[in-house]
């Protein structure tokens, strides 16, 4: 079975798995625009050498949204970018570069996830 194949059944999967087990998240555009989307949790980690020679790893809140989800709520051309705020559980997330990363990515070789790093920066006011 080619690659291909393979790549496209895991993407497929994932965004399955977005629709089964993603949550009512509270998102807010850096403009305020304001509406809740379903994401998935998740977690990317990022290994770094320190200058000692030490192994650093650091952690992104991260959420997983289908982009037709995402443009549904917020238009056809939106995109998330740096300093929106997810509100999950009384916990607010800002979006925000990682690990040498944009804001977001595609998560799947079909793009059918958005992958959306984040930095939790405490509690809901």
């Known amino acids: 079975m080619p690659l291909g194949i393979i790549d496209r059944a895991s993407g497929l ?3 399955t798995a977005v629709r089964l087990r993603g949550v009512s998240v509270s998102y807010r555009r850096k403009d305020g625009t304001t509406e809740s989307v379903v ?32 443009t549904a709520q917020f238009g056809a051309a939106a995109v998330p970018v740096e300093g929106d705020r997810i509100t ?12 040498g990363e944009p804001v ?6 079909d793009r059918r996830l958005w992958r959306m790093h984040s930095k939790d920066i405490g509690a809901e006011e």
């Open 13 to 15: 999967r994932a965004a």
């Open 39 to 70: 994401a998935a949790p998740g977690r990317t980690d990022h290994a770094d050498v320190d200058g000692n020679g030490g192994t650093v790893t650091v952690r992104s809140d991260d959420w997983l949204i289908r982009p037709e989800d995402f």
């Open 88 to 99: 999950f559980r009384g916990r607010v997330y800002r979006l925000q570069p990682f690990g």
């Open 104 to 109: 977001y990515r595609p998560s799947d070789q």
